[in-house]
């Protein structure tokens, strides 16, 4: 069981479909995903029980246009700041893949996306993945 | 089981009786409004329909559009996020029917990113006597346009409830085919 599995969980998500559930954004394979369930926007947000630190961020999608990410290291998932906001290109359907390094490792309890709108009435995401490289031996979370 | 959210917008001339849809549609019972008013800008309706044949169940947003043209232009703006479009005429007037067309170029023209679909809807279907527009043109005209097409009375609340029945169906029957694409495209990458 990798770091993401025990210590991250999604403490919110605002769509439900119980056959492709947020929980599947932190699943590590790409094959199993969260689906959007018409209108947006769409958000979720990460919890860590045990705050991280990390520079790197891998999303995966489909049919996303626009997105924010914001993160907190507040206990309470309140007062988060924008750290990425991005508009990606139509894709046609496939995964869109963004790969993003921040100017520094931040620390982080709470992580949230938005996603502002889409190429399509549902878009979908498939993973997330943050990544502290060198900063604290390089574990991967 | 899933609940799926979508925009649908209601547009067409004035007097065609877009809002008494909205109402008798959102309210069920007997909602049809006694008097007219003319709307302003848009209203928002909402209503929840349970697909056929299935768990799964569709929420709308109905946004219905003023169709005084003087709104057409902040309209638009609102139109760019919608998921469906039903365009209503009344069969009791030949300019509404006429004008559909125009209704239809409007709304492709700020339709977003969204694959969207839509329904023509004749209404008044309880006024027969004073039929202007025949079933077969508004049928031909649909067909013309790749729309479904439906009458009805919201008066009688006759009909009503297949046009949100077909939108619905198909809104999810999209949802589905997007879910299958993606699951199929997982099989094929590893």
């Known amino acids: 069981m990798t770091l993401t599995e025990s210590n991250a969980f999604v403490s919110m998500a605002s769509s439900a479909d119980q056959d492709y559930p947020a929980s599947n954004i932190l699943d590590s394979s790409e094959k199993v995903f969260w689906m959007t369930t018409g209108l947006y926007p769409q958000e979720f947000i990460i919890t860590f029980k045990e705050p991280i630190e990390f520079r790197h961020i891998r999303f995966v999608t489909s049919n996303v246009k626009r997105f924010v990410m914001f993160t907190t290291s507040n206990q309470e998932p309140k007062n988060f700041e924008t750290i990425f906001e991005k508009t990606l290109p139509n894709n046609e359907n496939n995964l869109q893949i963004t790969d993003y390094t921040l100017d520094r490792s931040i620390d982080v309890r709470h992580f949230k996306c938005v996603i502002l709108a889409g190429y399509d009435s549902f878009s979908s995401v498939h993973s997330l993945k943050f990544d502290a490289e060198n900063s604290r031996m390089g574990k991967k979370y | ?190």
Request: include cysteine; charge should be neutral; aromatic fraction near 10%.
């Open chain 2, 1 to 190: 089981m899933v609940l799926l959210h979508g925009k649908l917008v209601v547009a067409g001339d004035m007097t065609v009786g877009k809002t008494a849809i909205c109402h008798v549609a959102g309210n069920d019972v007997t909602a049809f409004p006694k008097s007219y008013n003319c709307t302003n800008m848009a209203d928002l309706v909402l209503k929840q329909i349970r697909v056929p044949d299935s768990d799964d169940t569709v929420e709308f947003f109905l946004f219905d559009s003023s169709g005084n043209s003087i709104y057409l232009d902040s309209l638009k703006d609102a139109w760019v996020t919608m998921d469906m479009y039903c365009i209503v005429y009344d069969i009791t007037d030949r300019n509404s029917f006429k004008n559909c067309g125009m209704w239809l170029e409007q709304l492709s023209q700020s339709r977003g990113d969204h694959n969207v679909f839509g329904v023509l809807v004749g209404n008044k279907k309880d006024k027969e006597n004073y039929r202007a527009v025949s079933t077969q043109e508004g049928k031909q005209l649909a067909t013309s346009r790749k729309m479904e097409f439906f009458e009805c009375s919201a008066k009688d609340n006759k009909g009503i409830a297949e046009i949100f029945k077909h939108l619905a169906s198909e809104f999810v029957s999209r949802y589905r085919k997007r879910i299958r694409t993606l699951e199929k495209m997982g099989r094929e990458t590893y």
